[in-house]
Each structure stands twice: as C-alpha cells, then as structure tokens.
C-alpha cells in the first residue's frame, strides 16, 4: 500500500525555532498557540536543571511591552505576581542623599523580574503544546534557506539534520542564524561596541534580614563617566550591576584600590556591599562587554527570519531588549492572522514593520546610556536649584 501522501495545505507548518532563551520560549508559545508543529532547539542543557545559570543580567525590568506579549499567551499574572513593581528611579548621590525621580504617575511602573524564572516559566507553558518538542543541548551549526535543513550539533559531538517550513532565530546576539543571513548578498550589518562594560554585584538582606535599601525603586548612583544601578530580588537582595569603561575596571588592580574607589564614588553603597564580599566578587569575575546590533533585513524569503537579540541587541540603559524582544512576537503573530499564515507575505512585511522601530529602539537605549549615568544629576542640579529658590 502507498503511503497517503498530505498535500502541502493540509500539513502542518513546521516552525523550528533556534534559542530557547527569553525570546525563544515565548516565541514557541505564540508559534504553538496557532498550532504549528514546532521544535525549539536549544545550545545550553535545561535550565530547569540546573543549580547555577551562568550568563547575563540576574533581573530584568520588564515594562508594558512584555508585559502586554506575555498576556497574550496567559503568562503575564505568573510572571506578574513575582516580580517588584519600580515606581521611579532613586538617585544615590555623591553626599549619600537619596531622591526618588518618578517614571510617570504614581501607578505607573516597571517590575523587577528573576530572569531564569522568567525563562523557566515560558519553557514550561511551551511544553504544554501538543505538538512541540524541546531539544536542550543542541547548538545550531548551519542552517540552508533553499531546501529548508538546518544542522545541529548534540551534546555527543553529532551533527544533525533537520528539515523546517521555517526557522525563526532567537538566539541571541552572537546568533548563528544571522550568520547564514550575513552571507547573503545585500544584508546590512552594524556592531558596536561602547567603552563601557559591566559587572554584577549584590547587596544582600541586612542583618534584620530585611531590605537593605527601599525596593520599590531603581536605585541608580550617576557618576557621569561610570554608573551603578541596583534591582530588588524577592529573597530581599539587590543585584548590583557596575557599569564603567573597560579602562577604569583594568585600572583596579588591588584590593585597596577597589575599596578606596568605592569609598570615593559610592560609600553609601559600599556598607551595603560589604567589603570582604566585593572583593571577592570583583576579583574573581570579569567585566562582560556591550554591543549594539542592527541589521537588515530581518528575513530570508518565506524560511527563516530573527528576532530579539538576534535582529536588534542593544546596550541595556533603557531596559528595553528583552521587552522589545518580546514586542517582536506580538508583532509577528499580528501579521500571521492578517496573511493567514502564508509565510511568503508575513516575513517581508516583518521586516518592513519592525526594521524601523528596533532600530529607533536601539538609538534610544545608545541615547539613555549617557542619560542615566549623567544627565540625571544635571536634571537633578536643575531640580535642587528649583527647590532651593522657593
Ligand atoms: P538571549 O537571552 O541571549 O537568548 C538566546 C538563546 O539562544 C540562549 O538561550 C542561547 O543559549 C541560545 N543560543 C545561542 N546560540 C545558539 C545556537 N547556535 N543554537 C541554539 N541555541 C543558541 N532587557 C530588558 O528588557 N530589560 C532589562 O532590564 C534588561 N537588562 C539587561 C541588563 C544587562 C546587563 C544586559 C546585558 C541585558 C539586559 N537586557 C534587558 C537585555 C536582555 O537581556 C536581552 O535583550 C534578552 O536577553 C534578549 O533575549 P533573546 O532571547 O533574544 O536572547
């Protein structure tokens, strides 16, 4: 007997989707939620099994955007009710005076999210699919956007094969995705690193095991040519995240230069830090660097297209790349419905709705980056001058 053979309408679209990460896990969501067969192919091992996740930023600050992305696929409540809501930003300055500077009105804020729960939490709800299988620890070498293959290597070293309608890379800003793209002719290609790098901190529960500074807020000390700003975690820790020209972290080379630092740019931090701690942890990491990614165009035909970091990786002053991130989903599934998941008008049309936008998003964060670590002690001078001619 010969197979009965589907015709091409009546099976399902294969969407692989390559990077698990924030971007990734929500984006297999929207992509299952339409009832695609989706694969989700991921570099590192499950998280979820993990003990320690190395990486970036321990919190995140997730605004409206992803907010409003997680809600469309039932995740914003979950995700909602363990984060710290950040009414306003708190400007430690140089004498230890602490004024707070409000986002907006009063109930409007930011929320301070645990980024691994964040990640845990979109991998379970992708699981919950019928038709989606995650593959952890599988590294995507190569991918061909004529036949519709992509490569990936397992944790044994093997290599392989799979066949896709369409692969959507999130993975990142070192994406390998947009590797394949960059060999295509005419694909625009921007990086830029900036001086600064940064490096992450922690200020624990006070000895009361209580907060050691106020958690509805974003702490920020603006020092104009370096910064520091602190997230509040739900175990009442901050972490601490140091933002300085790669010249500066190199020019600390001993305990007592470091202390000494600290004593001269934050002391009311460092109490809080604790001495013997911030040694410890800054000597035995080093400072990670910053790019800012644009490219274009975000899609090849109908096979493949990236989002998140991968099309748009930005510098992190304005809180905004995983949120815009998230944003490109929403965008994305908004257009399958308009075009009816022909893949062959959604993609172009992508890129020619989110180019725009991502890139105008990653000049506000470029622009931000001199606006937290300087121009609020200028708006603030203004501010204090204001108050102390009533
Ligand atoms: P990633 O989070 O990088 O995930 C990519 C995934 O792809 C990873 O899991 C990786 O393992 C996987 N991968 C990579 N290569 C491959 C491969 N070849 N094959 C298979 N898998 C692969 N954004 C905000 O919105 N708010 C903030 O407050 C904020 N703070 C930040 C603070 C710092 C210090 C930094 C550095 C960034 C911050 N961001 C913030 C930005 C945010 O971290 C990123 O925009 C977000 O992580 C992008 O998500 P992504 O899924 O696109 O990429």
Known sequence: MTPKRESQSQRKKHVAVCGGGLVGALNACYMAKRGFKVDLY???????????VKGRSINLALSC??????????????????????????????????RPLLYGNEDQYIM??????????????????????????????????????????N????????????????????????????????????QEYIPHGYMELNIPPNKKNESAMEIN???????????????????????????????????????EKLIQFFKDEFPDALPLLGEAELKQSFFSCKALPL????????????????????????????????NCGMEDCIVFDELLDKYNNNFAKVLPAYTKIRNPDAKAIC????????????????????????????
Request: hydrophobic share 40%.
């Open 112 to 153: 301070s999210i645990d980024r691994r729960l964040l990640n845990e939490v979109m991998l379970t709800e992708v699981e919950k699919f019928p038709d989606v299988n995650i593959h952890f620890s599988h590294k995507l070498v190569s991918c061909d956007f004529n036949s519709g293959e992509a490569i990936f290597e």
């Open 363 to 390: 000049d506000l964060a470029m622009y931000n980056y001199t606006e937290m670590r300087s121009k609020v002690n200028s708006r603030l001078f203004l501010v204090r001058k204001k108050l102390d001619n009533m």
């Open 217 to 255: 807020y974003l702490h920020i000390w603006p020092r104009n040519d370096y910064m520091m700003i602190a997230l509040p975690n739900l175990d009442k820790s901050f972490t601490t995240t140091l933002f300085m020209p790669f010249e500066i972290f190199e020019s600390i080379t001993s305990e």
């Open 65 to 98: 955007r992803g907010r409003e992305a997680l809600r469309r696929v039932g995740l914003e409540d979950t995700i909602t009710k363990n984060g710290i809501p950040m009414h306003a930003r708190m400007i430690h300055d140089l004498n230890g005076k602490r």
């Open 42 to 52: 991921e570099m590192r091992p499950d998280i979820r099994t993990l003990e320690v």
């Open 291 to 322: 790019v800012s990614i644009k490219c274009h165009p975000y899609h090849v035909n109908d096979k493949a297209v990236i989002m998140g970091d991968a099309a748009h990786a930005m510098v992190p002053f304005y809180g905004q790349g995983m």
């Open 155 to 190: 944790e044994k070293g093997e290599c392989l094969t799979k066949q896709f309608d369409l692969i959507i890379g999130c993975d990142g800003a070192y994406s390998s995705v947009r590797k394949q793209l960059m060999k295509l002719s005419r694909f625009d290609y921007q």
